[in-house]
């Protein structure tokens, strides 16, 4: 097996990255979790990160947000940086969030929305958290209302367990092949994380193979 870096933005990307290094299934399984401060802080550790990815895998995963596309948002953050193969530099269109609704057969059930309310296509959606948010707070099962939605006259955006219900959802129930026939960008991210499983393959055969 190979040791793989993961380093994303809160802990809800955190558990959509451990489920894509699980699904990969190409020899890799995730040896240090870094992050969970927001994309400022990945954007400032993205130097440290690439000197790490010249010896050790490193699966970055951000959101798009509200940059217009993600060679733009790599643009910006690289700069005159050059990326090694051992780094995987990925971006959720527009939010993680798409990628979880992308899975509709599986949200639905876990939300309890009807699955003709579910986006086809979430990553055209300008917000999907908001989106998501609508989703519960209409149709959302009483369990998941109350981790999910803030508490009725607080000014938080979601609710406290907000994070750590959706990553039940991501590590349970989330259909990784379903929400790739939906969202390109999570299509994309699971190939190259499988061509990355696969060089990390070739590169321990050819060093077992050196007399």
Do not use: H
């Amino acid at each position: 097996m190979t040791g793989i870096y993961i380093a994303t933005e809160d802990a809800l990307s955190e558990a959509v990255a451990d489920r894509l290094v699980a699904e990969t299934n190409q020899g890799l399984c995730v040896a240090v979790r870094l992050g969970r401060r927001g994309n400022s802080y990945l954007r400032k550790k993205l130097p440290e990160l690439v000197r790490t990815a010249k010896a050790i895998p490193v699966l970055l995963l951000t959101d798009l947000d509200r940059i217009d596309c993600p060679p733009t948002l790599l643009a910006n953050w690289r700069g005159e940086q050059i990326m090694p193969s051992g780094m995987l530099f990925r971006v959720a269109v527009r939010e993680i969030e798409a990628w979880l609704l992308a899975d509709r057969e599986g949200f639905a059930e876990f939300c309890g929305a009807p699955l003709d309310k579910l986006p086809e296509r979430p990553e055209l959606l300008a917000d999907p958290k908001k989106t998501l948010l609508d989703l519960v707070r209409r149709y959302g099962k009483r369990v998941i209302k109350a981790g999910i939605l803030p508490e009725r006259g607080s000014t938080a955006k979601v609710g406290f367990m907000y994070n750590q219900t959706l990553a039940g959802f991501v590590s349970d129930s989330w259909s990784v092949v379903r929400a790739a026939r939906n969202a390109d960008s999570l299509g994309r991210t699971c190939r190259r994380l499988d061509e990355l499983g696969k060089r990390c393959n070739e590169q321990g055969s050819m060093k077992k193979e050196i007399p």
